[in-house]
């Protein structure tokens, strides 16, 4: 089943996915508010687009396994809602993190700093992230297409990821943006 250092990495990763939509809301006011270059508002929409794709990737797992426990779904429903779990909402994480990932090398690049950290960092889970799913994806390409039980169950489970991912990340990308909305003078804005 799930193991403790699971548990705590998707704690984590719900947690960043929240930090990332705070961040990219308060960048976006700040952009707004004060101007700033195209492709930094692009970085800050694809920071949020991968704090949504990361928080619903977690919700995912948690709600499949929830449902499991409480003998909702089958674990073939919990496989296919995590393999289709991976092969979308994984790929997403792929796309809008490269985007992040090269903003904060180039942040890095001017600022040097704590802010080097946060490049090493993306740059490595990128690497990791692209390894893990082109490892991966036929095999759990696969599983998807054997699984047909409890498949209302697994459309259940991803509208319910979706929506709860949506309000989260929502309001945490609302209170960024109305704390930036709310500072004056200049700010530089944060990259994740």
């Known amino acids: 089943m799930i193991d403790v250092v699971t548990i705590l990495?998707?704690?984590?990763?719900?947690?960043?996915s929240i930090w990332n939509a705070y961040a990219s809301g308060f960048n976006i006011g700040t952009i707004r508010k004060n101007g700033g270059g195209?492709?930094?508002?692009?970085?800050?929409?694809?920071?949020?687009?991968?704090?949504?794709?990361?928080?619903?990737?977690v919700l995912m797992v948690i709600l499949s396994f929830g449902a499991y426990l409480l003998d909702?779904?089958?674990?073939?429903?919990?496989?296919?809602?995590?393999?289709?779990?991976f092969l979308v909402f994984g790929f997403l994480i792929i796309?809008?993190?490269?985007?992040?990932?090269?903003?904060s090398a180039i942040a890095a690049s001017q600022r040097r700093g704590w802010s080097i950290l946060?490049?090493?960092y993306n740059i490595l889970a990128e690497v990791l992230d692209i390894?893990?799913?082109?490892?991966?994806f036929s095999e759990t390409r696969h599983m998807i297409s054997g699984n047909h039980k409890d498949?209302?169950?697994?459309?259940?489970?991803?509208?319910?990821?979706?929506?709860?991912?949506?309000?989260?990340?929502?309001?945490a990308y609302k209170h960024g943006y109305n704390k930036a909305m709310?500072?004056?003078?200049?700010?530089t804005p944060q990259y994740s």
């Open 95 to 103: 796309v809008f993190g490269l985007l992040v990932t090269v903003q």
């Open 118 to 120: 946060g490049a090493v």
């Open 182 to 187: 709310g500072l004056v003078g200049r700010i």
């Open 131 to 136: 390894t893990n799913y082109a490892s991966a």
């Open 38 to 57: 195209k492709f930094s508002e692009i970085v800050s929409y694809a920071g949020l687009c991968l704090a949504f794709a990361g928080a619903v990737y």
């Open 72 to 85: 909702y779904v089958s674990m073939d429903a919990v496989n296919t809602a995590i393999a289709l779990d």
């Open 151 to 171: 498949d209302e169950n697994v459309v259940g489970i991803i509208i319910l990821s979706i929506l709860i991912g949506f309000f989260i990340v929502f309001a």
């Open 9 to 16: 990495v998707l704690i984590f990763d719900l947690i960043l």
